[in-house]
């Protein structure tokens, strides 16, 4: 009996560590909602490792933070309460000044350059993320990013005093340096927070707009594609580790289906989101020359404190970025 045992465990063992036996589900928080190409983009990334380790390792993806909030989706993962999830990265570069490189501003402006910068940068934010324990998967941006307003602005003499809703620490930034307040405000409560008026402006995608159905309080729109921010899929690195090869391999091939197709979508997407603002009533242009010219003063001081913070890691990135180009 005790022969049979310790063959059964044995056996069991191997099994295990062949991967064929146990079937393994992850769950994935992200933070946008389901009808976001971000969050479509993801369950395409989920079916293809189902399929990839013929259901060895199946994802259940949770969008629009239902799981966790976009807030707490790095470190639930970073602390294994969550194996994998979703985050725009940016908003983590108090940690780490080289997560905010997306979002210096007029750094990167267009699709194009986004997929340069990205070349440039992403071993090194491979690396930055291997020291918080995560595996990046893969990452997509956001479309360009412009302002949104409840009256006409033409220059930042009009922005004095406005309460801007911010997502990270550069647009938080943005927003001292164009005289408003700012107030950090996840994608999923926006609409709350601008029906409620505790946030009556913000900088976004088309996309966000979207999404949260601002027509509703808000009515103009300027296309000022300041920068592509991005979105980053990542594993615990104790779970990743914890896979068979083949499975860690469907994981990142996976990550590279995801990432081209997430990628291409964003950009088809881009000007359908600004026309769907427009058909909802938002007066939609490019911002003023006065307005470009103060948001490029702002731009310059902003890309000198991001190097400062940076320091020559940072520097060498952006060399090799623009060398790129
Ligand atoms: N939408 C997200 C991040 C960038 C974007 O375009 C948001 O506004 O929260």
């Known amino acids: 009996m005790k022969t049979i045992k310790t063959l059964l465990g044995v056996t069991a063992a191997a099994l295990t560590f062949t991967g064929s036996a146990s079937a393994e589900n992850w769950d994935m928080p992200m933070a946008y909602s389901a009808s976001n190409y971000h969050s479509m983009n993801g369950q395409l990334f989920a079916d293809a490792v ?25 470190r639930a993962v970073q602390t294994a309460q969550a194996p994998i999830g979703e985050r725009f990265i940016s908003a983590h570069q108090n940690e780490n000044p080289l997560y905010g490189i997306d979002s210096v501003p007029f750094l990167a402006t267009s699709f194009a350059d986004s997929e340069k910068l990205w070349a440039a940068t992403k071993d090194k934010l491979g690396e930055a993320l291997a020291d918080d324990n995560l595996v990046l998967l893969y990452s997509v941006p ?7 307003f409840k009256k006409p602005v033409n220059s930042v003499a009009d922005t004095q005093g406005i ?60 296309d000022t594609q300041a920068w592509l921010p991005r979105n980053f899929v990542f594993a615990n690195k104790g779970a990743f580790d914890g896979l068979n090869s083949q499975t860690q391999n469907c994981l990142r091939s996976s990550g590279m289906l995801a990432q081209a197709a997430g990628t291409a979508r964003a950009e088809q997407l881009a000007g359908w989101y600004l026309q769907q603002l427009a058909a909802n009533g938002m007066t939609v242009t490019a ?5 470009v010219e103060d948001l490029q003063t702002i731009g310059a001081t902003m890309a000198t404190e991001w190097a400062e913070a940076a320091g020559a890691e940072g520097s060498a990135l952006v060399e090799a970025y623009k060398a790129s180009k």
Not at 142 to 148: A, H, I, R, T, V
Not at 182 to 206: C, D, H, R, Y
Not at 287 to 291: D, K, R, V
């Open 50 to 74: 189902g399929v990839c380790t013929g259901g060895d390792l199946t994802i259940t993806v949770h969008p629009g933070g239902s799981l966790f909030g976009g807030a707490d989706i790095k």
């Open 287 to 291: 911002p003023s020359g006065q307005l």
């Open 142 to 148: 956001w479309p360009p990013q412009g302002l949104y």
């Open 163 to 222: 309460k801007f809703r911010s997502y990270n620490s550069a647009t938080a930034r943005i927003a001292d340096l164009m005289g408003m307040a700012p107030v950090q405000v996840e994608a999923a409560e926006l609409s709350q927070a601008l029906s409620t008026g505790v946030a009556e402006a913000f900088i976004s995608s088309g996309s966000t707009g979207y999404d949260r159905k601002v027509w509703e309080q808000l009515t103009h729109f300027y």
